[in-house]
């Protein structure tokens, strides 16, 4: 009773070969997407400009809460790494070292930023509104409108 169950499974496992759609070729990506990691965003920070390293871009992201990623965390980037790089235990591509941020600190970097972005044009509107007199009032609105023309 074994021998029909094997003839069974060559067939099946030929069918599958024949069925295969052709794969395509594809243009290689500038920069490889890291796997995703829970809790966090991944981001290629530049380290060097022109040969010329740019510490003040790295240190800054550093500040701001960035990590440098380690070869053991994206195991898949170990062929990718330069042998002549600053960072022998993380993960730079052409100048630009992988780094991770805490998702929560992305969310409290996009808050402050549109609460900047509020304060500023609460400034800029209130400015606007203080040359405003009784006998010629401005109005700001707030509100877009879009029309679309008629084709003659």
């Known amino acids: 009773m074994t021998a029909p169950k094997e003839k069974r499974l060559a067939r099946e496992m030929n069918n599958r070969e024949e069925s295969e759609r052709p794969k395509q070729w594809q243009p290689a ?68 070292l992988l780094c991770k941020i805490p998702e929560d600190f992305i969310d409290q970097k996009r808050r402050y930023i549109e609460n900047k972005n509020t304060q500023q044009i609460q400034a800029v509107d209130n400015n606007f509104m203080r040359e405003q007199d009784s006998r010629m009032p401005l109005y700001s609105e707030k509100k877009s409108t879009r029309s679309f023309g008629k084709g003659n």
Do not use: H, M
Not at 36 to 54: H, M
Not at 71 to 87: A, V, Y
């Open 29 to 96: 990506q500038t920069l490889p997407e890291p796997d995703p990691t829970t809790g966090y965003t991944f981001r290629w920070v530049r380290i060097s400009l022109l040969n010329k390293a740019d510490q003040r871009n790295l240190s800054s992201k550093l500040r701001e809460g960035y990590e440098p990623v380690r070869i053991e965390e994206q195991p898949k980037f170990k062929l990718l790494t330069d042998p002549d790089s600053r960072f022998k235990d993380n993960i730079e591509v052409g100048g630009l």
